[in-house]
């Protein structure tokens, strides 16, 4: 083998790390550059709701309570939300409604 052809996957490389660099380098001044502006301020994250009290208001009719309870806490944490009511009104909190256990069934009570 000729020194050559040693030198070319060698030569492919160091091209293809200068052109990431130089990709990355114009990333970044293209990011200090965008401003963004909102016409009511910036997007706020949703206010964290009490989950225990919300599954509690929830599962208060159901005939296994505890288990209701737990099940509600888990879909309330991943969503930060629980339908009012004791039953029902899935479609106000469509996330806590998409939940299923691994068996298909729905998750939140």
Do not use: W
């Not at 990355?24 to 009511?40: F, G, N, R």
């Amino acid at each position: 083998m000729s020194m050559a052809a040693s030198y070319k996957p060698a030569a492919a490389f160091v091209a293809c790390l200068l052109i990431s660099l130089l990709l990355l380098h114009t990333a970044e001044a293209d990011d200090d550059e965008v401003t963004t502006s909102y016409p009511q301020g910036p997007p706020t994250t949703p206010a964290k709701i009490d989950c225990g009290s919300a599954c509690t208001a929830r599962c208060r009719l159901a005939s296994r309570q505890r288990l209701c309870k737990r099940a509600c806490g888990t879909c309330c944490a991943r969503c930060n939300c629980v339908p009012p009511g004791t039953s029902g009104h899935q479609e106000e909190c469509p996330c806590y409604a998409s939940l299923t256990t691994h068996g298909g069934r729905r998750k939140c009570p």
